[in-house]
């Protein structure tokens, strides 16, 4: 049996068949190629305004900053300045009063001063109950230091003068001897002795009232004195 088998396509058809396969596929790649550029540019021109946008409100916000650093330097430096000026006023109110007003240590010596010497029992009796405070009694030590003397005996001797007048002294002898007062319990007596050991810290108190002990019993001779004194001078005006 004999069949007749279809005629050999000639290559010029398979060429055709290959160009249009070829064609096609580069008909289907170019829009693909020229499409990426074109998004890659819409991308880039979408993304562009809100960078920007960022970048002027990150501007923004540093100036702001700033501003409120800056504003909050020139407050520091003007607080600075007004305290400066204050310390300056108290500085120089302080110096006035330094060099205006007297310290209250001359004033209460001052108001001390006054009550001396004591006259009669009754300012002794007022003078013992206030020296039973202790801040009364230190100060009246610090009073009574100001009276001076160049050794224990001139000191001693002093207070006594200025504490006790020579009518009051002639009630007293130092341990009651020939029916007078004793004048060793009186507060009075251990003032004398701490301001005398507060300038002379060497000093025993036996040393103190042995001074104390010989002046008192002198104090009816001084009187005597004085009283003719006044008389003198009674008659003189006479």
């Known amino acids: ?3 007749k088998l279809p005629p050999f396509p000639s290559s010029a058809n398979f060429t055709l068949v290959e ?10 790649i170019l829009p693909i190629r020229n499409s990426v550029p074109q998004q890659c540019m819409s991308m880039s021109r979408a993304s562009t305004p809100s960078s920007v946008t960022n970048t002027r409100v990150s501007i923004r916000g540093t100036d702001e900053i700033l501003m409120k650093l800056n504003t909050l330097l020139s407050i520091t430096k003007i607080i600075e300045n007004r305290l ?22 001359c ?7 006054k009550m001396f010497p004591l006259t009669s029992e009754v300012d002794l009796l ?13 100060k009246m030590i610090a009073t009574l230091c100001t009276v001076g003397g160049t050794d224990v005996q001139s000191i001693t001797v002093n207070i006594l003068k200025k504490n006790l007048s020579n009518s009051l002294a002639n009630l007293f002898s130092l341990h ?25 810290t060497g000093t025993t108190e036996v040393e103190i009232l042995a001074i104390i002990g010989s002046w008192l019993p002198q104090s009816n001779l001084r009187l005597s004195r004085e009283q003719r004194k ?3 001078l009674e008659q003189d005006n006479e």
């Open 1 to 3: 049996m004999s069949s």
């Open 19 to 28: 160009n249009r396969k070829n064609n096609t596929a580069d008909d289907e």
């Open 84 to 105: 400066t000026l204050i310390e300056r006023s108290v500085s120089n109110l302080q110096g006035e009063g330094n060099a205006k007003a007297p310290s209250s240590s």
């Open 107 to 113: 004033m209460e010596a001052k108001e001390f001063n």
């Open 126 to 138: 007022n003078f013992e109950e206030n020296l039973k405070d202790d801040t009364f009694f230190n």
């Open 176 to 200: 009651g001897k020939k029916k007078k007062k004793i004048f060793k319990s009186l507060n009075t007596c251990n003032l004398i002795v701490d301001t005398v050991r507060k300038q002379k």
């Open 230 to 232: 006044q008389k003198g």
